[in-house]
């Protein structure tokens, strides 16, 4: 059994993480870190887990390090990165934060508004988005997960990118995502009296995943690629349906995706026509993706539905980490979606 530390532990990610974990015969959970919540039995924290026998929630210095095999970190962004850099080499790690997904440090600094403060682990950090990555990612000793929004986007464009098949000049991405996606802090406007019956945009033209699109866009088609993109906040706890317009031709994206991810088990081509739900992907580790031919001519509507807290964050996080073990990479994922 390796042992893990999850560094975050009482943010809805953190609790992801442990729902998966306990039922890993791979990995066991040895130490559980909170802040604010430090000191609280997890099952006071989160009384879903009372079933569990988990560690109390402690300060991250008062756990051995030394002493683990992997470490989910689960922090904050702008947060982890003195942390991380204090983690001896010989333990993997997997963030879950956007410290080190951007590798180009005067990006991240423009969209995070810090100076990264841990460049030379930013050179070896691995971009987490597991279908692109694999080989690399089994290497690694730091893998970087991608944000939420990005995975959604980034599955059903990357091959087109790659094989040139749309227009890198005309995409619009339109994505709507659960409340559990801006954390768990007490914040106004997470309050359910403030998003419940209503449906807004939020970060306009300058979401932070922006960055992550520009840098893995433009790799795949070997030119510099920029979308616009606009994120919508839907009244719904979990769960992410990405709306995506291109000029390509629907019969051969269509094709061309099915052929992609033929092999994969967590990614799923949809017939031709049939558009995805996020209430077909809850709790699951699973990404459904539409495809259908527009009313314009040339010209075809991408959909790509995954959970946030799943395929978007924790999930692919312990998929990460499934690799970086040499582990079955579906183990501890096979957990059918929620419905209703």
């Known amino acids: 059994m390796k042992k893990v530390t999850i560094l975050g532990a009482s943010g809805y990610t953190g609790a992801e993480l442990v729902r998966i974990l306990s039922n890993h015969p791979e990995f066991v959970i040895v130490a559980l870190s909170a802040d604010k919540k430090s000191g609280l039995e997890y099952r006071q924290v989160f009384p879903h887990f009372t079933h569990l026998s988990l560690p109390q929630l402690i300060p991250i210095d008062e756990i051995d390090l030394e002493s683990m095999d992997l470490v989910f970190a689960a922090l904050p962004h702008a947060t982890g990165q003195s942390i991380i850099r204090k983690i001896p080499n ?20 423009k969209w995070y508004g810090v100076r990264h403060q841990a460049l030379e682990l930013q050179k070896e950090a691995v971009y987490g988005l597991t279908e692109f990555y694999r080989q690399q990612i089994s290497v690694a000793r730091l893998v970087a997960c991608t944000g939420c929004n990005a995975a959604a986007a980034m599955y059903p464009l990357l091959p087109l990118l790659e094989n040139k098949l749309i227009s890198v000049d005309n995409i619009v991405i339109n994505l709507a995502t659960g409340i559990s996606g801006a954390g768990r802090a007490l914040k106004e406007s997470s309050l359910h009296s403030e998003i419940s019956e209503g449906f807004s945009a939020y970060s306009v033209a300058n979401h932070r995943h922006l960055a992550e699109f520009n840098q893995e866009f433009s790799l795949a088609a070997g030119e510099p690629v920029k979308v616009s993109f606009t994120p919508h906040l839907a009244p719904q706890n979990r769960g ?41 992907v809850r709790g699951s580790n699973y990404c459904h993706i539409g495809v259908v031919g527009d009313s314009v001519k040339g010209k075809t509507i991408l959909f790509s539905a995954i959970d946030n807290l799943t395929k978007g964050s924790s999930g692919q996080a312990v998929q990460n980490a499934n690799l970086m073990f040499n582990f079955e990479e579906t183990v501890a994922l096979n957990l059918n979606p929620l419905f209703p």
Do not use: Q, W
């Not at 333990?91 to 005067?106: E, N």
């Not at 033929?262 to 995805?276: A, D």
């Open 90 to 109: 010989k333990v993997k790690v997997v963030d879950l934060s956007a410290d080190f997904r951007i590798r180009d440090p005067k990006s991240y600094e």
């Open 240 to 280: 992410i349906l990405a709306t995506i317009y291109v000029e390509g031709g629907a019969d051969n994206i269509h094709k061309k995706l099915l052929d992609r991810y033929s092999e994969e088990p967590f990614i799923h081509v949809l017939p031709k026509g049939e558009v995805p739900s996020t209430r077909h």
